[in-house]
């Protein structure tokens, strides 16, 4: 009795102590990336599956001790049945410490990456349905507002796009001039991107931001390869990609003098007879990291700025103004600083386009809130701005005279600057304004979009990132999209990939999260106020950009 005593002792103890309320776990935090928790679920799996072999072995155990003291009952009579109630409750207790720790597990864990859509009780209680109780402002204020603040203020978008391009220009040939065919990147010409093309710009000053694509001197070439094109890659380089360098069809850079044995009268042309160095040598030390046939977006960054830096002495006299660089871990980030102390910023992005399509892999987005992190120097993002282009041109086409579509996202983009410089920078950024929209065009009929529609079309946006803020989850617009028609030209490893969430990073990082819900519900109460506050008069910050600077 004694013995069952202390059995019974020692496992409500044992769950005493792993009782979650009592006592709670110390490392209660959640990992940084999905990986980790993909690891510690399996871990977790492991040791319950070696628990419930061991509980399975105890209650053998304990079948086997039952059967036992059963028959020592029947010899020993009430002194039996007294042991036999002890195992018993022996065998309760240890159910009850199960019964616990599944719970613990359930309810502490953290949540695995297939459901984003937990966590609702951490969005703030405005009431239900926040938007339903907000009233924006009639479609005759937001008219007045865009037109007066916003449009007034974009003006001069023409002129600042004619300006940039035309000394961008310049700067580009400059660069060709000095480049060597044989071992330096061949630079083709800009490609505009971004709200400044696609007219929906709102920030000042207006940036343009233009691709710059490179590709290697002959015969070396790049070879992408895409997280879906069947390799396995983390969560997190989901939309990434690698670019490998090779020469013409193989997959091993070198010279053929390399591999092909040179008769006695034969020279190579690019190496002469007894040098061992490969044309593409120096080019891999430009672009590579080491001891890797990858391209590695720093090595890209010091390569571009050089050879920017390299361009602009040669042609600086032929300008009235000063160029410097704006930010110096972007690789093109500029800033045209005129005699006056005004100055224009524009990007320069260094990309490589994959394959024969219109995607671009780009090595450094423009500073600012943003949905992509690459996880390694080697990882590429993949940029999808020349079909996002297009499409909302093909749209603006289709719509109705004066469609208030890019009014909407003006708007909205706006308002999401203005909250961003009160209370700081959070998750949401312009692109994902952009998603919400694009999904819009596509779910609504075209003579939804009217002038006259304005507020509901507004209201609409809004509601749409509302519930995607709720549930965590906002797809991609082009990868894995099927409702993207065919005549987009998307190559089919996109059309056929896995959609792709652009608020993952909400799943994993709380803290993230809940400042940017909380940003995201004070902007809509601010929205109202704002808009009246800037409908009757312009603020400061919105005069007019500098005259065109004169070129010597």
């Given at each position: ?13 044992t ?9 709670p776990?110390?490392?209660t935090?959640?990992?940084?990336n ?5 690891r ?7 040791e ?20 036992a ?25 240890m ?9 613990r597990?359930?309810?502490?864990d ?20 926040p938007?339903?109780?907000l ?11 865009h037109e ?40 083709e ?51 990434f ?18 591999k ?27 672009l ?7 391209v ?21 006299r ?9 930010q ?36 450094h ?41 890019l009014?909407?996202?003006q708007?909205?983009s ?5 909250q961003?410089r ?30 006259g529609?304005l ?27 099927r ?51 800037y ?16 070129v010597?």
């Amino acid at each position: 009795m004694a013995l069952g005593l202390f059995r019974v002792c020692l496992v409500v103890v044992t769950a005493i102590i792993n009782h979650p309320l009592l006592f709670p776990r110390e490392n209660t935090t959640v990992p940084e990336n999905e990986e980790g928790i993909i690891r510690q679920m399996q871990a977790r799996q492991e040791e319950l599956q070696l628990e419930q072999l061991r509980l399975e072995e105890e209650v053998a155990r304990l079948a086997a001790e039952k059967e036992a003291l059963e028959e020592a009952a029947e010899e020993a009579g009430p002194q039996g049945e007294a042991h036999a109630s002890w195992d018993l409750w022996s065998t309760l207790c240890m159910i009850l410490f199960l019964m616990i720790e599944v719970w613990r597990q359930d309810h502490q864990d953290a949540p695995s990456p297939e459901c984003p859509g937990g966590d609702e009780d951490e969005l703030p209680a405005l009431g239900g349905a926040p938007l339903q109780g907000l009233t924006l402002p009639d479609k005759a204020t937001l008219g007045r507002f865009h037109e007066r603040c916003i449009r007034g203020a974009t003006a001069d978008a023409a002129r600042t796009r004619e300006f940039v391009e035309g000394f961008v220009d310049d700067l580009l040939e400059a660069l060709r001039s000095l480049c060597n065919r044989d071992t330096d990147m061949e630079v083709e010409d800009f490609i505009g991107v971004g709200s400044m093309y696609e007219n929906w710009q709102v920030d000042r000053p207006l940036v343009c931001d233009l691709f710059v694509p490179f590709v290697p001197p002959e015969p070396y070439r790049f070879r992408a390869e895409l997280w879906c094109s069947g390799r396995s890659v983390p969560l997190d380089c989901q939309g990434f990609g690698q670019i490998k360098v090779v020469q013409g069809d193989d997959d091993t850079p070198g010279c053929i003098c390399d591999k092909t044995k040179l008769g006695e009268d034969m020279l190579c042309l690019l190496h002469g007879k007894n040098s061992l160095v490969r044309p593409g040598a120096k080019m891999e030390d430009l672009l590579c990291a080491k001891t890797s046939p990858y391209v590695d977006t720093m090595q890209v960054m010091k390569w571009f700025q050089t050879a920017l830096t390299r361009a602009w002495h040669r042609i600086a006299r032929k300008y009235d103004f000063d160029l410097a660089f704006g930010q110096l871990d972007m690789p093109g980030s500029l800033k045209i600083k005129f005699r006056s102390g005004k100055f224009m910023p524009f990007n320069l992005i260094p990309v490589i386009q994959c394959e024969d399509s219109d995607l671009y892999f780009v090595s450094h987005l423009p500073k600012g809130p943003s949905p992509w992190s690459p996880a390694s120097s080697m990882d590429w993002l993949l940029s999808f701005a020349v079909y996002e282009r297009h499409f909302l041109r093909v749209m603006s086409k289709a719509l109705p005279e004066g469609a208030c579509h890019l009014s909407c996202l003006q708007i909205a983009s706006f308002l999401l600057s203005k909250q961003s410089r009160l209370t700081g920078p959070s998750g949401l950024c312009s692109y994902h304004l952009k998603t919400v929209l694009l999904h819009l065009l596509l779910a609504r009929q075209a003579a939804d979009w009217t002038a006259g529609q304005l507020d509901m079309r507004l209201h609409d946006l809004l509601r749409f990132l509302e519930k995607s803020l709720q549930e965590k989850k906002l797809h991609h617009f082009f990868i894995g999209n099927r409702r993207v028609p065919e005549v987009a030209g998307l190559p089919e490893a996109i059309r056929r990939a896995e959609p792709l969430n652009l608020f993952r990073p909400f799943i994993l990082q709380r803290g993230l999260y809940r400042k940017t819900v909380d940003s995201f519900y004070e902007m809509l109460k601010n929205a109202p106020a704002l808009i009246s506050e800037y409908s009757l008069h312009l603020p400061s910050d919105h005069t007019s950009l500098p005259p065109k600077a004169a070129v010597l």
